[in-house]
């Protein structure tokens, strides 16, 4: 019996060390966010599951990071986008307006990595009606962002590189 429990307990640790490890960015992200002095303006901020998001997402064969983040000063949400191995990074919402979702992510109420080769985008006309939709082709990684409605996933958009900026790829109604 205490050959069982203490198996247990050894599986548990291990368990709960890997999904503490999983939570926690890598060393290198939180490096550089020290580094650019974002902790100043902004706070990491888990409000989706998960925290962070890795992928190639500019194609230059080094992973990329995407961190929830909150701007310290309005607490508006937003994402943090690091490409790997660079001081470069976007701010989407946190403060900063991106695509039709204004400067607050507040909504944002799931995401994930969108790996598909081509997406479809909502086009309203100016008074905000669906006009319809068209076909774009992807080379590379997206985020999707999106908010739920009884816990399946509405409206949003997907964040990809063009090969020279960010974009917002608006999704649903």
Known sequence: MKIKAAYSLLLLTFI??????QSQPPKEFEEAF???KLSVKYELKSFSKPPY???DFNSDGIKDIAIL???KATKKQGILLMHGNSDQYFIFGAGTKFGTRSD???WLKGWSLYNKKAAYETIFNK??????GKKISLLRPALYVHDLEDGKPTAGGLIYWTGKKYIWIHQGE
């Open 16 to 21: 709960s060390t890997f999904i503490f490890a």
């Open 34 to 36: 020290t580094k650019l």
């Open 53 to 55: 998001l890795q992928s």
């Open 69 to 71: 983040i909150m701007q």
């Open 104 to 106: 607050n992510f507040k």
């Open 127 to 132: 008074d905000g009606d669906i006009l319809g």
